[in-house]
């Protein structure tokens, strides 16, 4: 169906910048939505950054000013933030709605996820 790589993933000190990608593959008809979510440890999944194939953003509050998403084609998203401190750490999952070739449906897919760790 598709799947989603993440990378860039680490440990960084506080005020630090680092940069996430994402590339999907497989039998892809078309995707409406990539981005990225964020899980910390003891808390539910939260929104980070999303982008539509028309180029429509929408950020989480707590990432607005830091975080920089973007595209450099259909299947291929980035994450860039800075000024990180300790409450970033979590685990950073690409997000799809995606449509394959064989189906008629719009679903969602999820990357298997890139630990980020923020620390002195």
């Known amino acids: 169906q598709v799947q989603l790589v993440e990378s860039g993933g680490g440990s960084v000190q506080p005020g630090g910048s680092l940069r996430l990608s994402c590339a999907a593959s497989g039998s892809i008809f078309a995707i409406n939505v990539m981005g990225w979510y964020r899980q910390a440890t003891g808390k539910q999944r939260e929104l980070v950054a999303i982008?539509?194939?028309?180029?429509?953003i929408t950020y989480a509050d707590s990432v607005k000013g830091r975080g920089t998403i973007s595209k450099d084609n259909a299947k291929n998203v980035y994450l860039q933030m800075s000024s990180l401190n300790s409450e970033d750490t979590a685990v950073y999952y690409c997000?799809?709605?995606?449509?394959?070739?064989?189906?008629?449906?719009?679903?969602?897919?999820w990357g298997q996820g890139t630990q980020v760790t923020v620390s002195s």
């Open positions: 997000f799809a709605v995606a449509k394959v070739s064989s189906t008629s449906l719009f679903r969602n897919f």
């Open positions: 982008i539509s194939s028309s180029g429509t």
